[in-house]
């Protein structure tokens, strides 16, 4: 379900009636009070309200007859709130369920997290397409974007190589452009859904380090899913692969190394693809302490 598109016809069709409200029908109920009144002032008397029982009846009328019809109301009525919705959802920013355990131990399964939508450049809602250009992912950030296998699902990595990166994955050991990425042993991440305990790494890539889970110098065979776009920019070996990312395109993986299907096996991410930069926990409803930043 594109929900973007719903929400966006949704928009036309509260909009149309805002507009129909607005000139038509307001207008034709603001007549009919004004004729209704005019007999009920001649018939009773009453003027503008001399007698204090007839001002009530008078005003009753005239609500009754200016009032909206239901339809109206659920549609016209709906439109500036859809319109405030739409536009912090499009532009500012937008709301995201984590589904899997591919990015432990950053983010839990049942976080709920807000996606960033103009860090990276303002785009068209719906078309997704870039209008303003503010800024472009950088390593180690963790982005939303739509997957290139299939783009009505989003996924959710992070960035580990950027347009024109050479990147080398050894023994579950990362380089890039030639350097071991800094990872330094940060203990022991406990998974208290399965009782079970994973070694846990501080990893930096750019400027601020991260965890990541995984199982160095243990053989990981990778296996691309498919011959996917730009497929010549990587070569696969027995113990990792090596890739140089193309322009305009992205490299991303889980932080949970061992459990993620990301770039390694279905191919880079495009620009046109990105959503925003995920930044911040605001709810989890199964432990309230997750809420904040996150890197």
Same mark, same amino acid.
Request: aromatic share 12%; hydrophobic share 45%; with cysteine.
């Given at each position: 379900?594109?929900?973007?598109?719903?929400?966006?016809?949704?928009?036309?069709v509260?909009?149309?009636a805002?507009?129909?409200?607005?000139?038509?029908?307001?207008?034709?109920?603001?007549?009919?009070a004004?004729?209704?009144?005019?007999?009920?002032?001649?018939?009773?008397?009453?003027?503008?309200?001399? +007698?204090?029982?007839a001002?009530?009846?008078?005003?009753?009328?005239?609500?009754?007859?200016?009032?909206?019809?239901l339809?109206l109301?659920?549609?016209?009525?709906?439109?500036?709130?859809?319109?405030?919705?739409?536009g912090?959802? %499009?532009?500012?920013?937008?709301?995201? &369920?984590?589904?899997?355990?591919?990015?432990?131990?950053?983010?839990?399964?049942? +976080?709920?997290?807000?996606?960033?939508?103009?860090?990276?450049?303002?785009?068209?809602?719906?078309?997704?397409?870039?209008v303003?250009s503010?800024? %472009?992912?950088?390593?180690?950030?963790?982005?939303?974007f739509?997957?290139?296998?299939?783009?009505?699902?989003?996924?959710?990595?992070?960035?580990v190589?950027?347009?024109? +990166? &050479?990147?080398?994955?050894?023994?579950?050991?990362?380089?890039?452009?030639?350097?071991?990425?800094?990872?330094?042993?940060?203990?022991?991440?406990? +998974?208290?859904r399965?009782?079970?305990?994973y070694?846990?790494?501080?990893?930096?890539?750019?400027?601020?380090?991260? &965890?990541?889970l995984?199982?160095?110098?243990?053989?990981?065979?990778?296996? *691309?899913?498919?011959?996917?776009?730009?497929?010549?920019?990587?070569?696969?070996?027995?113990?990792?692969?090596?890739c140089t990312v193309? *322009?305009?395109?992205?490299?991303?993986?889980g932080?949970?190394?061992?459990? %993620?299907?990301?770039?390694?096996?279905?191919?880079?991410?495009?620009e046109?693809?990105?959503?925003?930069?995920?930044?911040?926990?605001?709810?989890?409803?199964?432990?309230?302490?997750?809420?904040?930043?996150?890197?």
């Amino acid at each position: 379900m594109n929900f973007a598109l719903i929400l966006f016809l949704l928009l036309l069709v509260t909009f149309a009636a805002w507009l129909a409200d607005r000139f038509v029908f307001a207008p034709r109920r603001v007549a009919a009070a004004r004729a209704a009144l005019a007999q009920f002032d001649a018939r009773t008397g009453s003027g503008q309200g001399v +007698d204090p029982a007839a001002a009530d009846e008078r005003e009753a009328l005239q609500a009754r007859i200016e009032r909206q019809p239901l339809w109206l109301e659920y549609t016209a009525g709906l439109f500036p709130v859809i319109a405030i919705v739409f536009g912090l959802r %499009s532009f500012v920013a937008e709301p995201f &369920k984590i589904p899997s355990e591919s990015m432990l131990p950053t983010l839990f399964v049942g +976080d709920l997290i807000l996606v960033n939508k103009f860090t990276y450049g303002v785009r068209l809602p719906v078309l997704n397409t870039k209008v303003v250009s503010l800024g %472009s992912p950088k390593a180690g950030d963790v982005m939303v974007f739509r997957y290139p296998r299939d783009t009505s699902v989003d996924y959710i990595k992070r960035v580990v190589g950027t347009p024109g +990166d &050479k990147l080398l994955l050894q023994d579950n050991r990362l380089f890039l452009n030639g350097k071991p990425v800094p990872l330094a042993s940060a203990g022991e991440f406990e +998974d208290r859904r399965r009782l079970l305990l994973y070694p846990q790494y501080s990893e930096t890539l750019g400027e601020t380090p991260h &965890k990541i889970l995984t199982e160095l110098n243990k053989a990981s065979r990778i296996e *691309p899913m498919e011959r996917f776009p730009h497929f010549d920019k990587c070569q696969y070996r027995t113990n990792g692969l090596e890739c140089t990312v193309p *322009p305009g395109h992205y490299f991303v993986m889980g932080d949970n190394r061992e459990n %993620s299907l990301d770039s390694r096996f279905w191919g880079f991410v495009p620009e046109e693809n990105i959503v925003g930069k995920a930044f911040f926990i605001w709810m989890n409803f199964g432990d309230f302490g997750r809420i904040g930043r996150f890197q």
